[in-house]
């Protein structure tokens, strides 16, 4: 069955960047449509442990950004019923370091952020279990950080899209961007019909790339693959998102080969989430143990306790990459009425809000409360950046909206942290 629509904005993508889209775009007073090929948070989102952080980015766009979206994380947190809704804990973040000299890097990063407006408190080794009771002994110190906060990343973005009151179409694949004889945007082509409006959003995440050659432009978006480790429910025993220092240098990295470094936190539900892992191998979904028991091993080094505790699953995602690690979010000059917010790479949850709100601003003719300069979607069409020559393995794109492995694949380690700790080392 084909149906031909008529609306202000389509937003393609139903994660949680283009949830937060569709909000502010029909609170701005639009008639918003959002497509997706899967359902709502059924990509990356899906994938995603729901940090919504200022701890881990250096004073610059980004962290403008990130408080920006914190700042309307929490008013959307206080509105009745939906802060609840999708578990919104405004807990804290704690960055903590192994040696003196990782402490004192960690302190003058910390300086930085301080005066770019983000709250950072140094906490002495002796004041650390005072934070977290069950942290491993022996740390030189940390960095607590108040602002950092979490939601449930799915019932996240679906509460959005509710409250948006947008049309929601999903199982559709976008197969061609509408254009006048001019070259302006007037739609989408899906598999199921087209979809008229004078203004397509481009938040189709780590997929932003196809979406934006569909246009007839280029945006360098690659996957960058990520595992996260799950264990049974406990007892709230992890009271922050904690995470070694070298972390902040694993998101900033430019490299394709394999890097982990210890997250652990809790969930108001009562799992702990353990990350974190990042490589660029294409859409490649296959199951990594040796990536798991790195994880695993790297978390029980922060947390003893943990090797006590039973896994029970791990997922993969696929977080959107740009070259210069800032996301594509604004009008794009090279094809009038296509919009993006896309290419978050692991902060897209954190910065959503933000970003749909901007987009949401350039939508309604007003001026960004942030620059859009720094993410200008044709930043690289003069630079020396050239993803073309990254192989990036095919995958069936059949594949890309399952967020986990059988749990099976656990099992067959037997699924205790204190065997994963110890096959790592």
């Not at 000299?101 to 140094?122: C, K, N, S």
Request: aromatic share 6%.
């Amino acid at each position: 069955m084909t149906e031909r629509l008529t609306c202000d904005v389509v937003v393609v993508g139903a994660g949680m960047v283009g949830a937060a889209c569709a909000l502010y775009a029909a609170r701005a007073g639009l008639d918003v449509v959002v497509v997706d090929r899967g359902p709502v948070a059924g990509g990356t989102t899906g994938a995603g442990e729901g940090n919504l952080l200022v701890s881990d980015k250096k004073p610059g766009p980004e962290l403008e950004l990130a408080l920006l979206s914190g700042r309307l994380w929490a008013e959307l947190a206080a509105e009745p019923g939906l802060g609840a809704a999708f578990e919104y804990e405004a807990k804290g973040g704690l960055v903590v370091a192994s040696t003196p000299d990782g402490l004192t890097a960690l302190e003058g990063f910390a300086a930085g952020q301080r005066a770019a407006g983000v709250e950072a408190i140094t906490v002495e080794a002796h004041r650390l279990p005072a934070l977290e009771p069950h942290l491993a002994p022996g740390l030189a110190g940390g960095v607590y950080y108040p602002q950092d906060a979490q939601v449930m990343p799915t019932l996240a973005a679906a509460h959005l899209v509710r409250a948006s009151g947008a049309r929601l179409r999903t199982g559709r694949t976008v197969t061609e961007v509408l254009r006048t004889a001019d070259g302006t945007v007037r739609g989408v082509r899906t598999d199921r019909g087209e979809i008229h409006a004078p203004a397509v959003v481009n938040a189709a995440g780590t997929w932003g790339g196809e979406l934006a050659a569909l246009a007839g432009v280029g945006l360098p978006v690659l996957p960058r693959r990520g595992f996260v480790l799950v264990t049974e429910p406990l007892p709230r025993l992890v009271r922050h998102k904690v995470y070694a220092a070298d972390y902040v240098a694993d998101v900033a990295s430019d490299s394709a080969a394999l890097q982990t470094s210890p997250v652990v936190e809790g969930t108001a539900a009562g799992p702990v989430l353990i990350g974190a892992s990042r490589e660029r191998v294409g859409f490649d979904r296959s199951f990594s143990l040796p990536v798991v028991r790195a994880l695993a091993a790297g978390a029980t080094r922060l947390f003893p306790f943990l090797e006590r505790v039973r896994a029970m699953r791990t997922y993969v995602g696929f977080r959107p990459y740009m070259p210069d690690h800032l996301p594509a979010i604004g009008p794009d000059p090279r094809v009038p009425g296509l919009f993006h917010a896309c290419g978050h790479e692991g902060a897209g949850i954190g910065l959503a809000t933000g970003t749909g709100y901007l987009i949401a601003q350039v939508l309604g003719g007003k001026a960004p409360e942030l620059g859009l300069g720094p993410f200008r979607p044709d930043r690289f069409d003069k630079s020396d950046v050239d993803a073309s020559h990254i192989d990036e393995p095919d995958v069936d794109e059949s594949d890309v909206d399952e967020s986990d492995v059988d749990e099976s694949d656990v099992d067959e380690f037997g699924g205790e942290f204190e065997d994963f700790g110890r096959e790592s080392e």
